[in-house]
């Protein structure tokens, strides 16, 4: 091959070149990275927990667990520390990137100044791929016309498959393949799950890749839902776990701390924070709810047991094909235990979310459901507090509860150590520089003409084969939901700020609720590892000092202005980019769209079908969104037409008496909403009311719970009620579907729809 161009007159006179693909260093490994869900400190068998994973277990015993790895407290923003070696307020990943704000902390938009780990890696000449939960797409860009500039494939992937969102029903998700929205393979019926699905797509793309060039590196990174809410598994594997629980949260926190110690996990001798007032003794429930409270985290053992299985089975062919001794596995997760199902836990998790207690007569009499098809649901936060242990408090918080994780790391041809503890103080930012290490390349200063910010983590790979080198720096910093924390050589500062953003915790949780009188606790973490003991009044030069580098660190990281909730971000929420849509208008053969490009129903909305019922009759879905999780339809059954809305589980059905006549029809729904909050409901045919209800609350601020967006003609996944099975497709004819927001209607069609609601 010649290496200078030349172009003559003539081919004869001419010397070509060639562009050669780029390779990797020698020696470089494979590279995945495992990244779990709401999953606690003291949850897995290798850190202490008593759930079974084997597979998660083995890891450790063939590499290295380290004992203090730390990440951001919250979901998507540690998957933008992870992807991008910077701290997530640098790349704008302050918070959530569903709530994406005017700040640049929190706009969720990782920018280009901070290419990712599977862009680098790309153009070093690996395949790329994306398999399970993503969470990194802002607000307006969740929906079928994108831009798709910061979905997988805008960021450095190759291929996709999983979730955009924060979670997903397990039985039927909303399902992404690269750029387009997909229905599932199967049907929750046919005994579909989620994490089987995404273990089997993972094992495709690299038998596709490796068949097609062998000698190629890969990069996973594979990220299924497990294990946030909702807990959901195959019930045999939740039967495994019946009755191992009826002890209680105590009794596991207590177990779970001694195995921890002997596994070396945490110091001998460690303190253990007392129990907090707002966990309720175990010996104090009734025992109606201890069953009930038990049988919540048998759920949860299944669902990570099985969980375990699934990367059994992706590791099962790595090592069948002779790829695990040189892949690089991290395996992380991504905040501590989640106590978003409240104190009593719930039966579908975004009620406490959207602020609503669960009933406990309720509870009980669907403890049955937990796990199941019917339940989107999430254990009490006795159980996170005992799946943190030692650590106080959970995920959305600065104490180590929130930000320490497990982290395992397995590359049998490139670490010697086997089964050891680490100690060095790491964090999410560092596994970018630890795989660009161990590929044996530096992070571009340039990429596509922008010239990269710097990468704030640190290699761990020094740390591989030498138990006893340093931290590989000194200062980390963590802010989430108004929580703060500062980690400086050993010493940890972090505040008792308690966010208004979940009245219960509020309320429960002792704290300060202004950032004006927030007190800052001090801890010296080689001797106190679950911050039980505060120093700060023997320390007081220290204390001030680390205070004040945390002001210097949120100042440079883009942490300001603060923020504890989220109707202050409400204020700053970032518009749609879109013309505001009052009035939207649908027609069959779409796929779904996103509820974040509708027209707002909460104050109000009129829906209007135009449908050709056939000689005979029709039946089958007009148009739904959601399912019986949380969600609406409009459909026809028996020949009749039916509304139903469910909310969070308890569903408002109206239906007509009469079978629609053939012909054109007009089908319309009216909501009107109270000013005490719900409201009138009317379901009308052909501009008369055939049937009036009443909605009890307002209507939620999220419907795609799990469910799909809005879809006319048919339904997937789950129903909205058990009226109909999906799809059912309408078998008349859907000419149009038009929703619109009341308030935005004109004044007579506003006084139309007053009648529709409440004249006979």
């Not at 979901?75 to 990943?93: D, E, F, K, Y």
């Not at 862009?119 to 994306?130: E, H, Q, V, W």
């Not at 110690?261 to 129990?275: D, F, N, Y």
Request: hydrophobic share 40%; aromatic share 10%.
């Amino acid at each position: 091959m010649h290496s200078t161009l030349r172009i003559g007159r003539t081919v004869a006179e001419s010397t070509p070149a060639f562009d050669p693909l780029p390779h990797p260093p020698a020696g470089a490994p494979n590279v995945v990275v495992i990244v779990l869900d709401d999953l606690g400190f003291a949850q897995l068998g290798c850190f202490g927990g008593d759930v079974d994973t084997p597979v998660i277990d083995g890891l450790a015993a063939g590499g290295l667990r380290y004992r203090s790895f730390h990440v951001t407290a919250l979901c998507s923003p540690t998957r933008a520390c992870v992807l991008t070696g910077r701290n997530h307020h640098a790349v704008g990943m302050g918070f959530l990137t569903d709530i994406p704000t005017g700040f640049p902390g929190y706009n969720g938009r990782i920018p280009r100044s901070a290419a990712t780990l599977p862009r680098i890696l790309k153009d070093t000449g690996y395949s790329t791929f994306a398999v399970g939960k993503w969470h990194l797409v802002p607000r307006w860009e969740q929906s079928a016309s994108g831009p798709f500039d910061r979905w997988p494939l805008g960021l450095g992937f190759e291929r996709y498959y999983g979730f955009l969102g924060g979670d997903t029903n397990q039985w039927a998700p909303e399902l992404v393949q690269d750029n387009g929205f997909v229905d599932a393979p199967a049907t929750p019926e046919q005994g579909y799950h989620l994490t089987e699905d995404l273990t089997e797509r993972a094992i495709r793309l690299i038998q596709d890749q490796q068949q097609a060039t062998p000698d190629k590196r890969f990069f996973l990174y594979f990220t299924p839902g497990a294990m946030h809410a909702p807990h959901q598994a195959p019930a045999q594997w939740i039967e495994r776990f019946r009755g191992r629980y009826d002890g209680g949260w105590e009794a596991f926190r207590d177990a779970a701390f001694t195995r921890q110690q002997e596994l070396g996990v945490v110091r001998a001798g460690a303190p253990l924070p007392e129990h907090p007032p707002w966990i309720p003794k175990w010996r104090d429930l009734p025992a109606d709810e201890r069953r009930l409270y038990a049988r919540m985290m048998e759920v949860y053992a299944g669902f990570l047991a099985h969980t375990d299985h699934q990367i059994g089975r992706l590791l099962g062919f790595l090592r069948e094909r002779a790829l695990l001794d040189d892949t690089l596995v991290m395996l992380i997760s991504d905040n501590g235990a989640s106590a978003e199902g409240g104190p009593l836990g719930s039966h579908n998790e975004h009620r406490f979310t959207h602020d609503l207690m669960d009933d406990p007569a309720q509870l009980l009499a669907r403890a049955g459901e937990l796990g199941g098809h019917h339940a989107y649901n999430h254990y009490a936060w006795g159980w996170a507090w005992a799946g943190n242990t030692p650590f106080r408090l959970w995920k959305r918080f600065a104490w180590l509860g929130g930000v320490r994780t497990p982290l395992l790391v397995h590359w049998p041809k490139g670490i010697a150590a086997r089964g050891e503890v680490r100690s060095q103080f790491c964090h999410a930012i560092d596994l970018l520089p630890t795989v660009l290490d161990a590929v044996g390349i530096e992070p571009p200063a340039v990429v596509d003409g922008v010239q990269q910010q710097a990468i704030d983590g640190a290699s761990l790979k020094p740390t591989f084969d030498d138990a006893s080198a340093p931290d590989q720096r000194k200062t980390q910093y963590f802010e989430m939901l108004g929580s703060r924390a500062l980690w400086h050589d050993g010493w940890k500062v972090t505040t008792d700020h308690v966010g208004q953003q979940l009245s219960i915790e509020r309320k429960q949780i002792a704290g300060s609720h202004d950032f004006a009188t927030d007190h800052w606790s001090l801890f010296r973490l080689e001797d106190d590892p679950a911050e039980a003991n505060d120093v700060g009044t023997e320390h007081p030069a220290v204390l001030r000092r680390l205070v004040e580098t945390w002001w210097s660190e949120a100042g440079r990281n883009q942490v300001l202005p603060l923020e504890d909730g989220f109707i202050g971000r409400a204020v700053a929420i970032e518009p749609s980019p879109w013309a505001f849509r009052g009035s939207a208008e649908f027609t069959v053969g779409g796929g779904p769209v996103c509820e974040t490009l509708l027209p707002p129903m909460g104050g109000g909305f009129r829906l209007v079908a135009e449908i050709v019922v056939p000689d005979g009759g029709a039946d089958g879905v007009l148009v739904a969104l959601g399912d019986w999780h949380n969600g609406w339809a409009t459909y026809v059954v028996g020949g009749r037409p039916v509304l139903a809305i469910s909310l969070f589980g308890d569903v408002v059905r109206l239906a007509g008496e009469q079978a629609l006549a053939p012909g054109p029809r007009r089908v319309e729904v009216v909501y009107q909403r109270a000013r005490r909050g719900g409201g009138p409901i009317a379901l009308c045919v052909d501009g008369s009311t055939v049937a009036r209800g009443h909605v009890p609350t307002d209507l939620p601020f999220r419907w795609q719970i799990g469910g799909t967006g809005l879809l006319v003609g048919r339904d997937r996944g789950f129903p909205v009620c058990a009226d109909y099975q999906p799809p059912a497709p309408f078998t008349g004819q859907i000419d149009k579907v038009v929703l619109e927001a009341l308030m935005l209607l004109p004044r007579d069609v506003q006084a139309e729809i007053e009648a529709l609601l409440h004249h006979e």
